[in-house]
């Protein structure tokens, strides 16, 4: 168990809807990275917030959104859903945020548009 | 841009035996190197990692990985596998400077008995 907890495991949905992933940290960690495995692209950055604010962006698609709250929680919303979104994203948390730093994966949510 | 690149997409060994599985970067300068593993509907755990100093990690598991600059690989090894190392294993970088994790494809692991 790393201590990051993601929530729900399994989602499916409809295309053209709207979803909310939700994502806590390990405990004392600041900064929350999403990531997207598919078959065809396998596993990719999306995008990273640091105490609140966002970090970096990596190839997330302008109908996907992400925030951290105040109490460091994160949510990365989906809309306009197509089938290829189907996959399953990870959250993983570190300390700072830093580039030395061990990023810890939560167990995912398969997200399943049909 | 960085890549990391898994040259062997399934591997098959019997346990007991030793295996290795290969991985290559392509960030220059300075390569912050992972392996992680996956096993059937689980998230990802990290085995190990290297970000300087000696080029023999040891991790978790009884895995041990060896970076080679000349090369652009961090192989990851283990002696003698056993039935529950059965998974998917992942190589990553982060690199000086960058936050993500830029993953190979990926590597699945059968070990049959």
């Known amino acids: 168990d790393s201590g990051v907890t993601q929530t729900p495991k399994h989602l499916i949905t409809a295309t053209g809807q709207r979803v909310t992933l939700r994502c806590s940290p390990r405990?004392?960690?600041?900064?929350v990275y999403w990531y997207q495995q598919s078959l065809d692209q396998g596993l990719q950055f999306l995008i990273q917030?640091?105490?609140?604010?966002?970090?970096a962006k990596g190839n997330i698609l302008e109908r996907f959104s992400a925030q951290q709250f105040p109490d460091l929680h994160s949510e990365l919303n989906l809309s306009s859903l197509e089938l290829g979104d189907s996959a399953l994203y990870f959250c993983?948390?570190?300390?700072?945020?830093?580039?030395?730093?061990?990023?810890?994966f939560g167990p995912g949510t398969r997200l399943l548009v049909l | 841009a960085q890549s990391v690149t898994q040259p062997d997409i399934h591997i098959t060994v019997s346990e007991g035996a030793s295996l290795e599985l290969r991985c290559n970067y392509s960030?220059?300068?300075?390569?912050?190197l992972f392996w992680y593993v996956q096993s059937p509907g689980q998230g990802l755990q990290l085995l190990l990692k290297?970000?300087?100093?000696?080029?023999l990690v040891q991790g978790i598991k009884g895995f041990e990985a060896e970076f080679k600059r000349s090369q652009s690989s961090f192989n990851l090894r283990k002696p003698s596998v056993h039935w529950s190392d059965a998974a998917e294993y992942f190589c990553?970088?982060?690199?000086?400077?960058?936050?993500?994790?830029?993953f190979g494809k990926g590597t699945k692991l059968s070990v049959i008995p």
């Open positions: 993983a948390s570190s300390v700072a945020g830093r580039d030395q730093e061990t990023q810890y």
């Open positions: 405990s004392g960690d600041l900064s």
């Open positions: 917030y640091y105490n609140g604010e966002e970090r």
């Open positions: 960030y220059g300068a300075t390569p912050y």
């Open positions: 290297y970000f300087s100093g000696d080029t």
């Open positions: 990553a970088d982060s690199g000086a400077g960058s936050y993500q994790l830029t």
